[in-house]
């Protein structure tokens, strides 16, 4: 089993569309978690920081759950230029990284 | 500021050539990090450094060798290229180590015939 896995998509939404993410960890003493977004043949940067009570950015919101060892992203209102890999990030001794899941965002 | 540079932006070697990729950052920060990324796989961690002075395996440390210059450049060897180091490489720099927000230079696309 890989430690951090991610549906890998492709999404294909309309604009305004919600779509949410999920991505699962193995290591239940991993600290800090993490979602950066990455654009084609681009390099990650932190979209957001995900915490233990769900945290809100605008469109996007993150959750962690503990418990069952998963967080979330979930964005509103697709907007064209959400189309990017978002990539879930967990931390424990160092940062293990998922392999991302695409989303495309289409007019 | 310019953030985190790499050089170069590609290159295509020859199995057994070796290389060096550069990094530098700005941001005076104490951590720096290198990952290689393949397709279907999330970033791999190569070797870091918690601050100047130190460095440290990762997750995919063999074929490769780093030197922190010094606070500013950190830079990765790659001392007899094999097909299977073909990636694109990603430097990173964060304030402290651990999970602090890293911040990632543009990569070295590395193609090795």
């Known amino acids: 089993r890989k430690e951090v896995e991610q549906d890998p998509g492709p999404f294909n939404v309309p604009e305004g569309a919600t779509v949410a993410f999920n991505c699962t960890y193995s290591?239940?003493?991993?600290?800090?978690f993490f979602w950066y977004r990455q654009d084609c043949r681009k390099e990650p940067k932190l979209l957001m920081s995900?915490?233990?009570s769900g945290n809100e950015d605008g469109r996007f919101t993150a959750q962690l759950n503990r418990a069952s060892q998963y967080i979330s992203l979930l964005i509103r209102d697709s907007k064209l230029s959400d189309s990017a890999t978002y990539l879930c990030?967990?931390?424990?001794?160092?940062?293990?990284f998922g392999a991302g899941t695409r989303l495309t965002v289409k007019p | 500021n310019a953030g985190v540079t790499q050089t170069p932006k590609f290159q295509v070697l020859k199995t057994g050539q070796s290389m060096t990729l550069q990094c530098a950052q700005d941001?005076?920060?104490?951590?720096m990090y290198w990952y290689r990324q393949d397709p279907g796989m999330g970033l791999r961690l190569i070797y870091y450094?918690?601050?100047?002075?130190?460095?440290d395996k990762g997750e995919v440390p063999n074929g490769y060798n780093v030197s922190r210059l010094n606070k500013r450049e950190f830079s990765l060897r790659l001392e007899s290229a094999a097909p299977s180091q073909t990636s694109v490489y990603f430097c990173a720099s964060s304030e402290a180590p651990g999970p602090e927000t890293q911040y990632f230079g543009p990569g070295t696309r590395l193609l090795v015939l």
């Open positions: 450094s918690a601050s100047e002075g130190t460095t």
């Open positions: 990030v967990v931390t424990w001794s160092d940062m293990r």
């Open positions: 941001m005076n920060h104490n951590s």
């Open positions: 995900v915490y233990s």
């Open positions: 290591n239940s003493a991993s600290q800090s």
